[in-house]
C-alpha cells in the first residue's frame, strides 16, 4: 500500500501519530482520493455492462452487436452525437438541481415539475413577448422566467421544511402531481393549439441549434442551451466550492449543528437552497421549450427528474462527476433507441437500472471493500 | 526497558510482542509491547496518537498486525478475529457508546446474543440475566430502563455489562472516566475493583494521572507508537509518569496551584464584562433544564461551573451563545445579547469553544485551514467568494502559533488526533477578537501535554482581561483554573464559592444535590 | 485499492469475453423481403390492448402476409418521437409509420425532409388555416383519420335500446376535442333512437392522467348506474377497466371502444366501438407494397370499415335481433349520407 486514506481517524480513532502523518506526501493522498472517486463508478459501469451482456444473450442476441450498435448510434455519427448532447443538457439542469439539493443535506425529489414549471414559465413569457424582439434581449427574460417558475415550486418545499418541519421528499414526491397537473390543466384547456397537447409556438428568442452551425449535426435537437448547461456547471462549482454561501450551505448538509454554531441560518439554508434547486431545474425547461420545439408540451420533463436524480448520485455532487453522468445516461437512452430492433426497452431501462443501484451502492460498499482490501494486504 | 518476560513466572492474560501496525504510511504501532498479568488492573498511558487505542484494537481483532505476535493465557492469537476475540473472552469497551437509545437496558445488553422463546425475545429471561449480572458485579442499572433516560454513567456501565454478558474476563476500558462526575468515577473503581478480586483482568486506557495512581497496580507508557516504560504503580508519582509520556517535564493541573487573583480584577470595582440574569431555557419537551441563573464575570475573572454532567451546563452555554432560546437577560459589556444571532453576538465579542468537537466545533470534512475560520468565514470574504489567500495565510499563522499538528492546512479535521481537533477550535476561538470566552469541557479526551497547553491559553486570555465561564465534568481542572467556582444541579447554581472555599470535599455534596444553597 | 482494481481488471475481463459471443440466430441479417416499414409508438403504448397494439397487429400481419420487414421502436421520452422516427427514416425505410396524434408536428416536419420516403400518421391531426380551410399534410404522409362519431353514434342507439330506462351514461378519459367526438356521436346516436333519453356524461380528467385511473372510472360509473344508468359507453383508456369493474359489480352492462374489450368483463360487455387501426396500418403498408401510396388525409369511417361496433358470438345473446337489425339499418344511412353525425359540441 503507498497510498493513504484520510478515513484512517474514522476508524482508527487516535491512530495517525503527528510525526508520521506529517509524512504523507500530498500526490499521494490526492491520488488517493482521485481513485477512489473514479474506481467505484468504473465498477459500477464494468458491473452494468456484464449484466447487459448477460440480458441480451438472455434476448438470443450477441453483445457485441448490440454494443456496437448502441455506440454506432450515438457518438457514433454526428446526428446520435447530437441527440445524446441534448439529452444530457437537460440532465445536468435536474442533476445540478438534485446535487445542490444533497449538498445542503436535502433530497430534492421534485425536479421534474421543477423543470416542467421551468419550461411553462418561459413559454407563456414566449407567448406574451411580442415578435421579432432580437435573441439577446429575449435570452435574460427568458432565464429569469424559468427559473422563477422552477424557483417557486422549489421554494414551497423549502419554506415547509424551514418553518414547519415538513420533511421535503414528501412535500416535493406532492408538488410533482399538484404542478404537473395543474400545469397539464392549464395546456389543455386553455392554451393548447387544438388537437394537440401544447401551447402555440413562441414567437421570438428561440435558440439556434448546434446544426446551425455544424450542418452534419442535421435532425438533432442539440441546441445553444448546452452553453447554459455548461455555464450552469461552472457556476454550481463556483458557488459551492468558492462562496462563503457555498461554504454555509456545505456545512449544512454535513454537520448541520456545525453550521449553526458557525452563525448559519440552517432554515434560510434550507429554503434558499431548494428555491435554487428548484430555479436550476426550471431553466432546464429552456433545452426542450426555447431550444427544441419553441412550445410548452404536457409531459416532455417526464423522467427527467428521477433521472436526475440518478445523475446526482452517480456523479457524486460534483458538477462535473454530473456532467460525465449526464452523458452516461443520454448515452444509454438514446443508445436504447438505437437498439430497439434487436432488444426491448426495457433492456436500457434495467441498465440504467443498474448503474444507479450499482453506484448508489458502491459509495459505503466500496469503503468496507478497501478497508478489507487493505486488511488482506497487509497480512 | 526490561524485559518483562523474565519476572513473570505464571502465564501473563495478555503478552503483546513487538506489534507493528500501520496504516499507509502512518506507523500507529512501531513495536509495542504489552504484559498483562492475570487478574490485575493494568493502566495503558500515552499521549493522543501515541498508539494505545490501535494495539488495543489490535488486541480485540479490529485489526491484524503487520507483524508482531500476540498470545492470551498463553495461546497463540496472532491476527484473530474480532469474533474469536469474544469467544476467547476479550471484550473491548468503547469511548465512544454504542448503544441504542430506543431499546432498554436488558435488551441492549442482549443485543447480538439474544434469549428467545420461538421467534420471539424473550424479555422476562433478559431481566433476569441483566439483574443477576448486576447484582453480581455491582453494576447496578434498572434493566427495564430505556437507554437514553440514563445518564452517562448509568450508560457507561450498561455497555461494560453488555461486555461482561458476552463472556468477557478480559476487558479493556478505553477512556472510561472522561465522562463521568467524581462520585462516578469512584463508583466505576468500586466496580472494576469488584471484577478484579473476581479473577477479571481489566486493561485501563486513560490520560488522568491521578486516576492511574488511584487504581491500576501495573502501568505500561506508550509513546509514539513505541512502549517506552513499565511500572509497578507503586512508587511511582504522576510527573514520573508524564515524563515518560511526553519525553519532558510537565506542568500538571492536578498540582498546579490556583494561581491567585490576578491584577486586573485587584484594581476595584470593574464592571461585570458577562451579566447573566434569571436565564431559563426549556428542552424541546418542554421542560425546564436551566432555571433562573444568575451570574456575572468580572475582566480579568474566569468562573468555573462544575457538576455532573446533564444538570443544564450545555444548555446554559448554548443559550449564552445564542444556539438556543431561553428567556431572561445576557449583557456583554452592557450590551444586551439576546436580541442578536449567533453570528452577532460573535462579532460583539463572544467566543465559544463548544463542548461537543465533532458535531458542533468542527465540519470534519472541512480542511484545518477552513474549519480555523469556521464561525468567522463571513469575515474571510471577497465578495461573494472567500478569500482562500488570507484563508491559508491565517491558517498557517495559527498551526505555527498553535503548533497543531501535522502542520497541514489542507488535511480534513477528521484526520488529526483529538487533541489536535480542539487545538484547531481553540486556535480559531482565541485567536478571534474576544471579551468573553466561553469554554465548554475544553480539554476533553485531549492528551495530557495538550491539556497543559489549553489550561495555559486559558490562563492566559485571564490575564489578558478578558472573561471566561469555564464548564468542567473534571473537577481538578475547574478548581485548578477558576477564580470563583459555581456547581450546577438539576438546572440551578446551588452553589457559588470563591475558590479558596471550593474543594472536592465542599463542592461534592452540592454536586450530588445534597445540599442546596443560594 | 488493489482488490478494487483487480475486480476492474475481472470485470473486465468478463464483459468483453461476453461480446464474443453469438448466439445461433442472432439478429439474421434481413433478406429476400420486399420492403421495411418501420413503426413508432407513443410514449408507454404498447401493451395498451387498444391503439398502439392495434398498430402493432396490422403491422405483423403485414409481415406474415406481405413478406415485408418490420421495425418497431418505443420511445423513452417526448424528444425520442421525433428521434426514433429520424432513426427509421434516415436508414432509408420505405415506410415510417407514427401512432398516436401527438407525432402530428414531428410527421409534417420529417415527410418535409424525407421527401422520397414516405410516411403515415395513426389519427393525424389536421390543422387548418386562420380561415377555417384544410392544410394538407404533405404530399408523401398519409393522415389515417377515424371517424369515431360515427361507431359511437352506432353504440349509442345500441345502449339506448337495450338500456330500456330512458338513461344512458357516458365515461370520457380526458376531457379533450377528440374524446368529445365520441361523446357527441353518441348522444346523437341515443337521441336517434329515443328522443327523451337522458345522457349522464362525465370525464376522469382534464389531463393525460385521466386515461390511467380506473378507481376514477370506477367512481364514475357506480355513481351513474345508481341514478338508473344501464348502460355505459366508456372512452377512456385504462380508466374504462374501472366501469367494467363497476358494471360487473352491479351487473349492468358497459361498452368498450378501440377494441373488442369483451374479455375485460365476459357477459357485463354488451358491445365495443372498434377502431380499425390494425385495418389502417395494414392498408397503408399494402399501398406501399403496391406501389399506390398517396400521401394525404384518410378517413376511415363506417363506409370503410374503419370503425364500427362489436356483434358476434359473445354477445349476440345480450343484443336482440331488432336491435341489431335497427343498428344495421342506420349504420347503412350513415354509409349512404343520409344521416350526418356530428363530431363537435
Known amino acids: 500500500m503507498s497510498t493513504t486514506d484520510p478515513t484512517i481517524a474514522r476508524v482508527g480513532g487516535d491512530t495517525p501519530t503527528p510525526a508520521a502523518a506529517s509524512a504523507v506526501s500530498d500526490r499521494a493522498s490526492r491520488r488517493a482520493s482521485i481513485e477512489e472517486a473514479v474506481l467505484p463508478p468504473l465498477v459500477a459501469l464494468l458491473l ?56 445542503a443535506g436535502l433530497f430534492n425529489i421534485g425536479a421534474e415539475s421543477q423543470l416542467a414549471a421551468g419550461g411553462f414559465c418561459a413559454a407563456i413569457v414566449g407567448l406574451l413577448l411580442p415578435v421579432g424582439i432580437p435573441s439577446l434581449l429575449c435570452l435574460p427574460i427568458y432565464i429569469l422566467a424559468a427559473a422563477l417558475g422552477g424557483g417557486v415550486v422549489g421554494a414551497v418545499p423549502g419554506v415547509l421544511k424551514a418553518r414547519f418541519g415538513a420533511h421535503e421528499v414528501i412535500v416535493t414526491i406532492m408538488l410533482n402531481f399538484i404542478v404537473l397537473a395543474l400545469l397539464n390543466y392549464l395546456t389543455s384547456t386553455r392554451l393548447h393549439v387544438p388537437d394537440t397537447l401544447h401551447t402555440a409556438e413562441i414567437g421570438s428568442g428561440v435558440l439556434p441549434r448546434v446544426s446551425d452551425v455544424v450542418p452534419s449535426f442535421q435532425g438533432s435537437a442539440a441546441n445553444a442551451t448546452i452553453l447554459l448547461a455548461l455555464l450552469a456547471m461552472i457556476a454550481l462549482w463556483w458557488f459551492l466550492f468558492r462562496t462563503r454561501r457555498g461554504f454555509e450551505l456545505r456545512a449544512v448538509g454535513l454537520q448541520p449543528h456545525a453550521a449553526e454554531y458557525a452563525g448559519v441560518h440552517v432554515g434560510s439554508v ?104 487493505r486488511r488482506s494486504a497487509e497480512r | 526497558m526490561a524485559d518483562p518476560s523474565a519476572s513473570t513466572a505464571p502465564t501473563p492474560a495478555i503478552r503483546l510482542r513487538d506489534i507493528v501496525k500501520s496504516f499507509g504510511p502512518v506507523q500507529a504501532n512501531r513495536g509495542a509491547e504489552l504484559e498483562v498479568a492475570r487478574g490485575e488492573i493494568h493502566a495503558l498511558v500515552g499521549e493522543n496518537g501515541a498508539g494505545k487505542s490501535t494495539l488495543m484494537r489490535v488486541l480485540a481483532g479490529m485489526y491484524a498486525p503487520n507483524s508482531g505476535q500476540m498470545a492470551v493465557n498463553g495461546r497463540d492469537v496472532t491476527g484473530w478475529s474480532t469474533a474469536d476475540a469474544i469467544a476467547a473472552g476479550v471484550g473491548m469497551v468503547h469511548q465512544h457508546f454504542m448503544l441504542v437509545p430506543t431499546l432498554t437496558v436488558a435488551e441492549n445488553v442482549v443485543l447480538g446474543s439474544e434469549l428467545t422463546r420461538g421467534p420471539v425475545l424473550d424479555r422476562a429471561a433478559a431481566e433476569r440475566a441483566v439483574r443477576e449480572l448486576s447484582e453480581r458485579t455491582g453494576l447496578v442499572v434498572p434493566p427495564h430502563a430505556l437507554v437514553r433516560e440514563l445518564s452517562v454513567g448509568q450508560a457507561q456501565r450498561v455497555e461494560i455489562l453488555k461486555t461482561l454478558y458476552r463472556g468477557a474476563k478480559i476487558l479493556v476500558l478505553d477512556e472510561p472516566t472522561a465522562v463521568l462526575s467524581p462520585p462516578e468515577v469512584q463508583e466505576l473503581w468500586t466496580v472494576l475493583r469488584a471484577l478484579r478480586d473476581q479473577g477479571d483482568t481489566i486493561v485501563l486506557i486513560t490520560h488522568k494521572l491521578d486516576e492511574v495512581i488511584d487504581i491500576s497496580e501495573t502501568i505500561t507508557v506508550m509513546r509514539a507508537g513505541r512502549t517506552v516504560a513499565r511500572m509497578p504503580t507503586a512508587g511511582t508519582t504522576p510527573q ?40 431559563s431555557v ?96 463571513h469575515r474571510f470574504t471577497r465578495g461573494a467568494a472567500l478569500d482562500t489567500g488570507r484563508i491559508l495565510a491565517h491558517a498557517r499563522a495559527l498551526i505555527t502559533h498553535y503548533d497543531i499538528r501535522p502542520p497541514d492546512a489542507a488535511l480534513p479535521a477528521r484526520a488529526l488526533s483529538g487533541g489536535n481537533q480542539q487545538k484547531i477550535v481553540v486556535a480559531r476561538e482565541m485567536s478571534r477578537d474576544f471579551k468573553v470566552l466561553l469554554a465548554a469541557q475544553p480539554t476533553r479526551g485531549v492528551d495530557v501535554g495538550a491539556i497543559e497547553f489549553i489550561h ?9 482581561g478578558k472573561a471566561v465561564l469555564l464548564v468542567s465534568a473534571d473537577l481538578a481542572e475547574v478548581l485548578a483554573l477558576s477564580d470563583r467556582v459555581a456547581v450546577m444541579y438539576g438546572g440551578r447554581i446551588v452553589a457559588l464559592l470563591p475558590r479558596s472555599d471550593a474543594s472536592p470535599e465542599t463542592l461534592g455534596p452540592y454536586m450530588t444535590g445534597a445540599e442546596r444553597a443560594a | ?76 421520452e417526448g424528444s425520442d418521437r421525433e428521434s426514433g422516427l429520424r432513426l427509421l427514416a434516415a436508414e432509408g425505410m420505405d415506410l415510417v409509420i407514427g401512432v398516436g396524434f401527438i407525432f402530428t408536428d414531428d410527421l409534417t416536419q420529417l415527410a418535409r425532409e424525407y421527401p422520397n420516403t414516405k410516411f403515415a400518421g395513426v389519427d393525424y391531426s389536421v390543422a387548418t388555416d386562420p380561415s377555417g380551410k384544410v392544410v394538407p399534410p404533405p404530399a408523401n404522409l398519409a393522415a389515417l383519420k377515424f371517424r369515431e362519431e360515427q361507431g359511437s353514434y352506432l353504440v349509442g342507439a345500441l345502449a339506448a335500446l337495450v338500456g330500456k330506462s330512458k338513461k344512458v351514461g357516458f365515461v370520457g378519459g380526458m376531457d379533450s376535442p377528440l374524446i368529445q367526438k365520441f361523446e357527441m356521436g353518441y348522444r346523437a346516436g341515443v337521441k336517434q333512437v329515443c328522443p327523451d333519453c337522458i345522457v349522464l356524461s362525465q370525464y376522469a380528467g382534464v389531463t393525460p392522467e385521466a386515461f390511467r385511473n ?64 390494425d385495418n389502417a396500418v395494414y392498408d397503408a403498408i399494402r399501398k406501399v407494397k403496391d406501389g399506390q401510396f398517396r400521401g394525404g388525409i384518410y378517413q376511415y369511417g363506417l363506409a370503410e370499415s374503419g370503425v364500427g361496433y362489436v356483434y358476434d358470438k359473445n354477445n349476440e345473446r345480450l343484443i336482440p335481433p331488432v336491435v341489431h337489425a335497427r343498428l344495421e339499418q342506420l349504420r347503412q344511412e350513415i354509409v349512404a349520407g343520409r344521416i350526418v353525425v356530428p363530431s363537435t359540441r
Open chain 2, 240 to 279: 514520573a509518569i508524564a515524563r515518560a509520556m511526553v519525553g519532558r517535564d510537565v506542568a500538571l493541573a492536578l498540582d498546579a496551584d490556583y494561581a491567585g487573583v490576578p491584577a486586573v480584577q485587584q484594581l476595584g470595582a470593574v464592571p461585570a464584562l458577562l451579566e447573566v440574569r434569571e436565564l
Open chain 2, 456 to 464: 495555559a491559553r486559558l490562563r492566559e486570555a485571564r490575564d489578558q
Open chain 2, 282 to 377: 426549556s428542552s424541546a419537551a418542554g421542560h425546564p433544564v436551566v432555571r433562573n441563573v444568575e451570574f456575572s464575570i468580572a475582566p480579568g475573572e474566569i468562573l468555573g461551573i462544575a457538576g455532573v454532567e446533564g444538570n443544564g451546563q450545555t444548555e446554559l452555554i448554548e443559550a449564552i451563545a445564542g444556539l438556543r432560546a431561553a428567556t431572561g437577560t445576557i449583557a456583554l459589556g452592557g450590551r444586551d445579547l439576546m436580541p442578536l444571532d449567533v453570528r452577532r453576538r460573535g462579532d460583539a465579542g463572544l467566543s465559544h469553544i463548544p463542548e461537543d468537537r465533532h458535531e458542533r466545533a468542527l465540519v470534519l470534512d472541512y480542511s484545518v485551514a477552513e474549519n480555523l475560520v469556521l464561525g468567522q468565514q
Open chain 3, 214 to 277: 380506473p378507481g376514477k372510472g370506477k367512481e364514475i360509473a357506480l355513481s351513474q348506474y345508481q341514478q338508473g344508468v344501464n348502460v355505459i359507453f366508456h372512452a377512456s383508456g385504462s380508466t374504462g377497466l374501472g366501469v367494467f369493474e363497476a358494471a360487473r359489480q352491479t351487473n349492468k352492462l358497459a361498452i368498450g371502444v378501440d377494441a373488442d374489450q369483451y374479455s375485460e368483463a365476459p357477459g357485463y360487455v354488451l358491445s365495443s366501438m372498434v377502431k380499425g387501426v
Open chain 1, 270 to 373: 434550507t429554503w434558499r437552497a431548494l428555491s435554487i434547486s428548484g430555479a436550476i431545474a426550471g431553466i432546464g425547461g429552456l433545452n426542450y421549450v426555447l431550444g427544441y420545439k419553441h412550445y410548452y408540451e404536457e409531459g416532455f420533463a417526464t423522467g427527467a427528474g428521477f433521472l436526475g436524480i440518478a445523475v446526482a448520485l452517480v456523479g457524486r455532487s460534483h458538477p462535473i462527476g454530473i456532467g460525465l453522468a449526464a452523458l452516461l445516461f443520454a448515452t444509454l437512452s438514446q443508445g436504447g433507441l438505437a437498439v430497439n430492433a434487436l432488444v426491448p426497452k426495457q433492456m436500457v431501462d434495467v441498465l440504467q437500472a443498474v448503474v444507479i443501484l450499482a453506484v448508489a451502492t458502491s459509495v459505503p460498499e466500496v469503503r468496507r471493500l478497501l478497508r478489507g482490501a
Open chain 3, 1 to 76: 485499492m488493489r482488490k478494487l482494481l483487480l475486480l476492474v481488471a475481472a470485470l473486465l475481463v468478463a464483459h468483453v469475453a461476453l461480446l464474443f459471443i453469438h448466439p445461433a440466430g442472432a439478429a439474421a441479417p434481413p433478406a429476400g423481403h420486399t420492403i421495411d416499414v418501420g413503426v413508432v409508438f407513443d410514449l408507454g403504448g404498447r401493451g395498451d390492448k387498444s391503439f398502439n397494439d392495434g398498430a402493432y397487429l396490422g403491422a405483423e400481419r403485414a409481415e406474415k402476409a406481405l413478406g415485408v420487414q418490420v421495425r418497431f421502436i418505443e420511445p423513452g
Open chain 1, 48 to 103: 452494468a455492462a456484464v449484466v447487459g451482456d448477460v440480458l441480451i444473450l438472455s434476448f438470443g442476441q450477441s453483445p457485441g452487436a448490440v454494443y456496437r450498435l448502441l455506440v454506432d448510434g450515438t457518438w457514433g455519427n454526428a446526428y446520435g452525437f447530437g441527440q445524446v448532447l441534448y439529452k444530457a443538457t437537460t440532465l445536468v439542469f435536474t442533476g445540478l438541481a438534485v446535487a445542490l439539493g444533497l449538498r
